[in-house]
């Protein structure tokens, strides 16, 4: 039967070239041939009832509509055609014109039930039929697909030369179909792994979700792929089942694609295998929350390899709604909200939607929200998800892609993550990893998560197909399916190359604690920084050049001057948006900064220009100067921003003291009580008993340039974490506990490095000396010369 299937999809193929050619791209020709096919399979299934439906709709009203049912039951299949038309009647019958073979054509398709014509819109196949007419090719493909060679029926025929051509059963004919599409894709290399993963990375997916509860398998199995492109993760899975002996009839496939050729091959192939296609939607999944409006919401497995790397920036949009005009969008869609608990213990309901440049992260969300729960499925809902690297580590502490990580650790529904041979995709050879999720997992596997690298597990093919030159063979299939199902860890060997971990949970998770430093600045009035007062901190050079330019003026307005500044703007390469350049050329802000220099003057003259290494004394002198001897007012912001210009950091100052705390403060009161931190530990949390003897403590401000974060394993005690690796480094140091987030990431690299021993200096040395000789002392030459 294998010899007859791919005599079968050498003929169709050789269709492509001969009929196709200079009428269409190679890479569209899979999108002519595959729905011929499909078409020539379905009307071979309808021929042996087509006189029974003629019969049917002679007896009907021609004003009635035709009842789906009653053509069903009399084709004995999902599908039908009403049309007078067969694709043998159209070869016959065809006339010399080609407009005509054309509407007859179109005429014939159009008598499909909707299910067929919903795939053959999606093809966009009428206007390929009308560019076939159009190029004297219509004809040619009708003849050839029905070719007596090509026994696409399912009963036994005999070529032109009587010898004998077997039958096409569901299953041969999903072969066939699925061979085709194979050679299309690799044909197509740049497009083939954005909608083909490789049969064999699908078979290990099938055999990892389902193997471990094929004894104790539910008596409806609802299998679905958000992400289904041309449908192999689900044909895969269904033929899994059937050969396992479970009943095809307690089988339901679902899907979502947004591709409508991927769609319609996806759903094309389902018909052809005598699968209900019912469920397979065409839209988008991340926009749409299609399947929980559905009365199948929810799904017991799930195998898919959703797109990653890929932006969904345009569809962010939908996803967010403005409460009011202007105002921050909110997101409206509860898939993508998870709740978590912060630091401090507070559950938070947090939009944990990643970065826009990549939406990997939303297709698991989407799978974990339909999972089936455990009241509807005792044995638990699996699923198997392939994704690159940064599905494990991107995004830091806080980030929509850690939050998705913490949720899914937290809620103990990581099974297992497999590290796949690299190169074993058409359109990438970056390394990707395959995440088996489960809400039901064993006593032993509750709380942990194992690791497994089959990065080495794999064959080299002979050539390669784009990216892909290895796979999978059923040998490395099972090592990698005995190690997962043996929950052990296990090192790699020689005949059997697949490595496991075994971690708890914990071991992802993280703080990220900020260590923070007090500011330390020595200060002195000087005549320069009281000049660079004048110019607007957010561009000192373009703002030096307005005043430079324009003198006076700027005090007034430069309203008038706006065209030849934006021409100088222009010419110098620099960028500003309007509301940018009307800040810097407002003359209440220049009048505001001219004030301050006035100001400063004045405090410079009472308080003198000595130099303090205490910024707290600096500014307790300003404050003293301004009350007792200026005689104009002004502000604490005004006091604050003239000392700080006048001042820079300097480690070997006094650190600035931002405010004085009584040992009831709120501030204190409240850390002691949410984090439970003693009285005696106040200062590793940045409150310092004050050094006059009072019982006074006192904060410090932060120096933000010095200012450091700490991954701290929630393992761990962050107390004695710091006082072990910060506090003996950096003596003024303090935690600030309370903007700690928590964070998750899985770092293969980390777990499964094993670093190569440096050579030794013989070794180098050896080499060295080979080389001289080689090329005749001439290294030695060298060196002896340059002594």
């Not at 054309?102 to 909707?114: A, I, R, W």
């Not at 699968?275 to 919401?297: L, R, S, W």
């Not at 932060?702 to 761990?716: A, W």
């Amino acid at each position: 039967m294998e010899n007859n299937n791919s005599q079968i999809v050498s003929l169709i193929w050789n269709i492509a070239d001969d009929v196709l050619r200079d009428v269409f791209l190679r890479g569209q020709y899979r999108d002519v041939i595959l729905p011929m096919v499909v078409l020539r399979r379905l009307d071979a299934l309808l021929e042996p009832t087509k006189e029974e439906v003629e019969k049917e709709l002679k007896e009907m009203d021609p004003e009635d509509e035709i009842d789906e049912d009653v053509m069903c039951n009399i084709t004995q299949l999902s599908y039908y055609n009403t049309s007078k038309w067969t694709l043998n009647r159209l070869k016959d019958q065809a006339p010399d014109n080609n407009d005509i073979l054309y509407k007859n054509f179109v005429e014939y398709l159009s008598g499909y039930s909707d299910n067929v014509k919903d795939v053959l819109d999606n093809f966009d196949y009428y206007n390929k039929a009308r560019k076939l007419a159009d190029n004297d090719r219509l004809l040619a493909i009708i003849e050839r697909i029905t070719d007596p060679r090509i026994n696409l029926t399912n009963k036994p025929q005999d070529d032109p030369d009587g010898l004998p051509l077997p039958p096409l059963d569901n299953v041969d004919m999903g072969t066939v179909f699925e061979e085709l599409l194979r050679r299309f894709n690799e044909e197509n290399n740049e497009e083939a792994g954005e909608h083909f993963t490789p049969r064999d990375a699908i078979s290990l997916l099938a055999h990892l979700v389902f193997e471990p509860v094929k004894d104790d398998l539910p008596k409806t199995i609802t299998l679905y792929d958000p992400a289904c492109g041309s449908g192999g993760m689900l044909t895969e899975g269904y033929e899994y089942l059937v050969n396992l002996g479970v009943k095809d009839s307690t089988i339901f496939l679902s899907g979502t694609e947004i591709n409508p050729e991927t769609y319609a091959i996806c759903k094309s192939d389902l018909i052809i295998k005598g699968v209900n296609p019912d469920g397979i939607h065409k839209g988008n999944t991340i926009t749409e929350n299609y399947f929980a409006k559905q009365k199948m919401n929810s799904f017991g497995f799930m195998l898919t390899n959703p797109p990653y790397g890929k932006s969904w920036k345009t569809d962010k949009e939908s996803i967010y709604s403005e409460v009011d005009e202007g105002k921050k969008k909110v997101l409206n869609d509860a898939r993508f909200e998870l709740e978590l608990a912060n630091f401090a213990g507070e559950v938070e309901a947090l939009d944990s939607t990643p970065r826009t440049s990549d939406g990997q992260l939303l297709f698991v969300l989407e799978e974990i929200d339909k999972m089936k729960p455990l009241d509807m499925q005792p044995q638990g809902s699996r699923i198997a998800s392939i994704h690159n690297g940064s599905s494990l580590f991107t995004g830091d502490a806080g980030s929509g892609e850690s939050n998705i990580r913490r949720y899914l650790i937290e809620n103990d529904l990581v099974d297992c993550i497999v590290q796949l041979p690299n190169n074993i995709f058409y359109n990438t050879g970056i390394t990707t990893y395959v995440w088996i999720f489960t809400n039901k997992k064993p006593a032993e596997r509750r709380g942990k998560v194992q690791l497994i690298n089959a990065s080495e597990c794999y064959e080299k093919l002979r050539k390669n197909q784009g990216s892909r030159n290895c796979t999978i063979t059923p040998l490395h299939r099972q090592q990698i399916l005995e190690t997962y199902m043996a929950f052990e860890e296990k090192e790699a060997a020689e005949d059997n190359k697949v490595e496991s971990k075994i971690f708890d949970n914990d071991d992802f998770r993280f703080y990220n604690v900020t260590i923070e430093r007090p500011l330390r600045l020595r200060s002195k009035f000087s005549q320069l920084k009281i000049d660079e007062l004048l110019y607007d901190k957010s561009d000192v050079e373009f703002s030096k050049w307005l005043y430079q330019t324009y003198g006076e003026r700027v005090f007034t307005g430069l309203d008038n001057e706006v065209t030849a500044i934006k021409s100088y703007l222009q010419e110098q390469d620099i960028k500003k948006t309007d509301k940018q350049l009307n800040n810097l050329i407002s003359a209440k802000k220049w009048q505001e900064r001219k004030h301050l220099v006035d100001l400063a003057h004045e405090l410079m003259k009472i308080v003198g220009t000595d130099e303090y290494m205490d910024y707290n004394k600096f500014f307790g002198c300003i404050k003293t100067a301004a009350s007792e001897f200026m005689e104009k007012n002004i502000s604490a912001a005004e006091m604050k921003t003239i000392a700080r210009a006048m001042s820079e950091t300097d480690p070997k100052a006094a650190p600035v003291i931002k405010k004085t705390h009584k040992p009831n403060s709120k501030e204190i009161a409240s850390l002691m009580a949410v984090y439970g931190i003693p009285e005696e530990r106040l200062n590793e949390y940045g409150y310092w008993k004050a050094l006059d003897g009072s019982k006074l403590y006192v904060e410090y401000e932060t120096d933000s340039d010095l200012r450091d974060t700490e991954k701290i394993p929630v393992k761990e005690d962050i107390y004695e974490y710091f006082l072990r690796e910060v506090r003996p480094y950096v003596e003024d140091a303090w935690i600030n506990l309370p903007p700690t987030k928590i964070g998750c990431e899985i770092s293969f690299t980390k777990y499964f490095y094993k670093p190569v021993p440096l050579r030794t200096l013989e070794e180098n040395e050896a080499d060295i000396l080979a080389l001289d000789q080689e090329n005749d002392g001439f290294i030695r030459q060298l060196l002896s010369k340059e002594g």
